[in-house]
C-alpha cells in the first residue's frame, strides 16, 4: 500500500470493528477483533497491528484514527465516575435532586428515577444572580466561592459542576466562579454550563454539566493512554474521537467536552446509513444495527438523519446535539432467561467479549442469541468469522438445556422462541421509531448492519411490513465504515427567546457571532477556508408550547423572506410530527443553532475484486418457517448476477444473511445485496 492510510475504529461491547482506506488506492478492507473492556486502547492498537499485518500496511503510514468509543457511555451505564459536586446558585442547591415530574412509564404505579450522579451533600450555593435578561441582579460574593472551594477540597471531589441560574444568558459569574475554583482546586475538572450547553433548562444545563465534570478523568485517562500507545506506534498520526452528532473532534476538545462522546459509537452507523441513502437512491432508510450488545435504530427520511438536541443516557438528560437514535439491549451476546411468570425473556443483559455466548467456547454458560441462531443453523459453525474462530454447537446446545427445561420444549424450540421474541423486540424498536415521527415503514427499506443483524433482518421486516431489506458491504463493520468518511463538527448555540416575526436583526447578530466562534474554532483544527461549511438551524415552537422543534435553515437568512421560510418548514413539521398545524399562532424562537463543519479530504473508494470461487457452498438444514428444512449456502464475495431464492444463508467474511422463504436476493451494481420479499398470489 501506499502511504496516507487512514483507519476508522468503532469499539463495541463485543468486538472492535476496523475500516482501513488506502488513500492512494481508494481499497477499503475491513477487519474485526474481539475488545478489550479493560482497557479498550489494548484492543484498538492490537487491531490495527493485526489489520497492518493482514493488509501490508506499515502503522507509521496511517495518517488518521478515527474512532467511535463506548468509554464515556459505559461510565454513566456502570457509575464508574469520579467523586463530583456542584456550584449553583444559592437556593437552588436541590435542582438535581428535584429533577422533572415527567412519568417516562405511564402504567407504572411507582416511579424509580435514577439517582443522582451528585448527592445532595455535594451541593452547594453562592449567592449571585443573573436575569434572564442577562442583567446582574445580585453580584457574585467571590469569598463565598472560596469557602465552598474549602469544603470541596477536604471532600476530596475530583470534579465539580458550574451551573449558575441564567448562565447562557450572561456566563461572567460563571465564569469567574470557575477561575476561582481552577486556582484553589489544581487538578481538579471543572466544567462550566456556559461552556458546554449554553442553553435555558436549568435542570437539563446541570444535568449535561454535571456528566461533562465526571467524564472528564475517565476521558482524560483514556485518551492519555491511547495517545502514548499511538505516539510509540504511529507518531505523527492524528487521532479524532466520534462526537455524538455524528463529526469528529480532536482528543483536546475530547477531554474537554466528554459529554459530547455519549453516543459516539452508535452515530458512525447513522452517519454511513445517510451516505447510501444518496448511493442507493433509497431516501427513506430505517438503519439498524445489531452487534454482540446492543440494536440501534436510526431513520433517515428524504435523505436526512434527524438530530435532536437533547437525549438522555440511563434516564439522565443530556442537553447536546445527537444524531436521534433508539437504543435497545438486543443483540448476538443478549442472554436468555425466563421470568417468575415463566416467559421467555431476551437481555438486556449480555454475555460481551468475555466470555461471551457459550458457543464461543470462552466459558459462558448462558443461552445468547448467537447461540440460537447457531442451533437453528442460521450460523455456520466453521464459517464464523471467515473461519478464525470456530463456534461450538455442543457448548449451545448445553447451555439451551436449562431453558428448554424451564419452557418444557425441545432445545431447537427453545432456540427458535429466542429468535422469535428477539425479532418482536426488535420490530417493536422500528415501529416506536417511525411511528414517533408519523412516519409508515411500509415507505421505507431496512438497512441491516452489524454483525449479529443479517440473520434477523428478514423476518423483522416481513413482521412491520417492509418489503426491500438491504444489506450493504462491509455490512458487519458499517458503524466504521461511516466514520471513515466523517468530518469535524463543532455545535454551537445560543438561547434567543422571542417571536420569530420580530427576531430578525436579533437573529443576525447573535449568528454573526456564531459564525466568528465557529471559524475560530475549525482554524485551531487546521481547516482551511475553503472546506468550512456553516449548517444553521432554530429551535421553535408555537407560543405556549413547552417544547420545540428543530427545523433546519439552508443559510443564515433572518430576513422577512428567510423568517417566512422557517415558519412554513416549522409548520410542516409540526403537522407531521402531530398531525396537526396551527398557521394562525405565533412561533417563538428558541435557540439558534449553528453545526460549524470541517471538511476532511475523502479519497473515493476502489472497487474490490470478485473472488474466484465457487458461489455455491452446499447446504445445511436450518430451522424456517415449518422447522429444519436443507438450505443452500452462498458465498456473497462470489454472486454474480443472478439471483437466490429463500430459503438461503448467504455468508461472508464477519456476518451471514439469512433469506427466508417468499423472499428473493441479488447484488446490486453498488456491490449491496437486495433481498425483495415476493407478493403472495
Known amino acids: 500500500m501506499d502511504a496516507s492510510i487512514r483507519i476508522a475504529v468503532d469499539i463495541g461491547g463485543t468486538f472492535t470493528d476496523i475500516e482501513v482506506l488506502d488513500a492512494g488506492s481508494g481499497r477499503i478492507h475491513q477487519f474485526k477483533t474481539p475488545s478489550t473492556p479493560e482497557d479498550p486502547s489494548i484492543g484498538l492498537i492490537g487491531g490495527i497491528r493485526a489489520a497492518a499485518e493482514r493488509f501490508g500496511f506499515d502503522v507509521g503510514d496511517v495518517e488518521h484514527i ?16 469520579p467523586k463530583g459536586a456542584i456550584v449553583t446558585t444559592a437556593g437552588f442547591e436541590d435542582l438535581l435532586q428535584i429533577g422533572r415530574h415527567g412519568r417516562r412509564d405511564v402504567y407504572a404505579i411507582t416511579l424509580s428515577p435514577p439517582p443522582p450522579l451528585v448527592p445532595r451533600s455535594l451541593c452547594f450555593g453562592v449567592p449571585e444572580r443573573v436575569g434572564a435578561d442577562g442583567q446582574v441582579q445580585v453580584p457574585l460574593a467571590e469569598p463565598a466561592v472560596r469557602a465552598v472551594a474549602t469544603r470541596l477540597k477536604a471532600a476530596g471531589v475530583r470534579a465539580v459542576a458550574v451551573c449558575l441560574l441564567h448562565a447562557y444568558a450572561n456566563p461572567a459569574h460563571e465564569r469567574r466562579v470557575g477561575a476561582i475554583l481552577a486556582e484553589e482546586l489544581p487538578g481538579v475538572a ?7 450547553s449554553p442553553e435555558m433548562r436549568e435542570y437539563e444545563r446541570l444535568s449535561t454539566t454535571v456528566l461533562n465534570a465526571m467524564l472528564m478523568p475517565v476521558v482524560s485517562g483514556y485518551t492519555d493512554r491511547l495517545c502514548e500507545k499511538v505516539a510509540t506506534e ?12 455524528g463529526g469528529v473532534s480532536g482528543l483536546a476538545k475530547a477531554g474537554r467536552e466528554p459529554a459530547r462522546l455519549l453516543l459516539s459509537g452508535p452515530s458512525g452507523g447513522a452517519a454511513a446509513a445517510r451516505r447510501l441513502s444518496a448511493a442507493l437512491g433509497e431516501p427513506n432508510l430505517v438503519a439498524v444495527d445489531m452487534g454482540g450488545t446492543s440494536f440501534d435504530v436510526s431513520v433517515v427520511s428524504n435523505g436526512s438523519i434527524a438530530m435532536v438536541s437533547e437525549g438522555d443516557v440511563d434516564g439522565l438528560p443530556v442537553r447536546l446535539p445527537m444524531v436521534e437514535m433508539r437504543t435497545i439491549g438486543a443483540g448476538g ?3 436468555a432467561w425466563v421470568d417468575e411468570s415463566g416467559r421467555l425473556r431476551i437481555g438486556p443483559h449480555s454475555a460481551g467479549a ?13 443461552l445468547t442469541v448467537t447461540d440460537a441462531n447457531l442451533i437453528l443453523g442460521r450460523l455456520g459453525a466453521e464459517s464464523f468469522m471467515g473461519g478464525a474462530m470456530p463456534l461450538d454447537p455442543a457448548l449451545a446446545q448445553s447451555a439451551a438445556e436449562p431453558i428448554a427445561t424451564a419452557l418444557g420444549l425441545p432445545r431447537d424450540e427453545t432456540a427458535a422462541g429466542v429468535i422469535a421474541v428477539t425479532n418482536s423486540s426488535l420490530a417493536m424498536a422500528i415501529r416506536l421509531s417511525l411511528f414517533e415521527k408519523g412516519l409508515d415503514p411500509e415507505d421505507f427499506a431496512l438497512l441491516s448492519f452489524g454483525g449479529a443483524g443479517g440473520v434477523h433482518a428478514c423476518e423483522v421486516a416481513e413482521d412491520l411490513g417492509i418489503g426491500r431489506v438491504i444489506f450493504p458491504p ?5 458503524s466504521a465504515w461511516g466514520i471513515l468518511w466523517s468530518d469535524i463538527v463543532h455545535d454551537l448555540s445560543t438561547t434567543e427567546i422571542g417571536l420569530l416575526a420580530q427576531a430578525g436583526p436579533r437573529l443576525s447578530a447573535t449568528a454573526a457571532r456564531l459564525a466568528r466562534e465557529g471559524e475560530r474554532l475549525l482554524g485551531e483544527d487546521g481547516v482551511p477556508e475553503t472546506s468550512r461549511d456553516f449548517v444553521w438551524s432554530l429551535d421553535l415552537r408555537y407560543l405556549g408550547q413547552a417544547f420545540d422543534l428543530n427545523v433546519t435553515l439552508d443559510a443564515a437568512d433572518f430576513s422577512a423572506e428567510g423568517l417566512k421560510l422557517a415558519a412554513e418548514r416549522f409548520h410542516a413539521l409540526h403537522r407531521q410530527r402531530f398531525s396537526y398545524d396551527e398557521p394562525g399562532t405565533p412561533i417563538e424562537v428558541v435557540t439558534l443553532r449553528l453545526a460549524s463543519v470541517g471538511r476532511l479530504a475523502k479519497p473515493e473508494k476502489g472497487q474490490g475484486k470478485a473472488e474466484n470461487r465457487e458461489a455455491k457452498a452446499g447446504s445445511r438444514p436450518v430451522w424456517g418457517r415449518k422447522g429444519y428444512v436443507e438450505t443452500a449456502i452462498w458465498q456473497r464475495e462470489a454472486l454474480g448476477s443472478g439471483t437466490v431464492q429463500g430459503p438461503a444463508i448467504i455468508e461472508e467474511v464477519y456476518t451471514s444473511s439469512y433469506i427466508p422463504e417468499g423472499w428473493v436476493a441479488s447484488l446490486d451494481a453498488s456491490g449491496a445485496l437486495l433481498a425483495r420479499r415476493i407478493p403472495a398470489n
Do not use: F, M, W
Not at 504511529?234 to 452528532?245: G, I, K, W
Not at 466470555?355 to 454458560?365: D, F, I, M, V
Not at 462491509?474 to 458499517?478: G, I, P
Open 333 to 335: 451476546g443478549s442472554i
Open 190 to 196: 471543572i466544567s462550566l454550563s456556559s461552556d458546554i
Open 234 to 245: 504511529a507518531p505523527d498520526t492524528q487521532v479524532y474521537l466520534v462526537q455524538s452528532n
Open 474 to 478: 462491509h455490512a458487519s463493520t458499517l
Open 66 to 81: 478515527l474512532h467511535g468509543t463506548t468509554i464515556a457511555t459505559n461510565a454513566v451505564l456502570e457509575r464508574k465516575l
Open 354 to 366: 468475555r466470555p461471551g455466548p457459550a458457543c464461543y467456547s470462552h466459558g459462558g454458560r448462558d
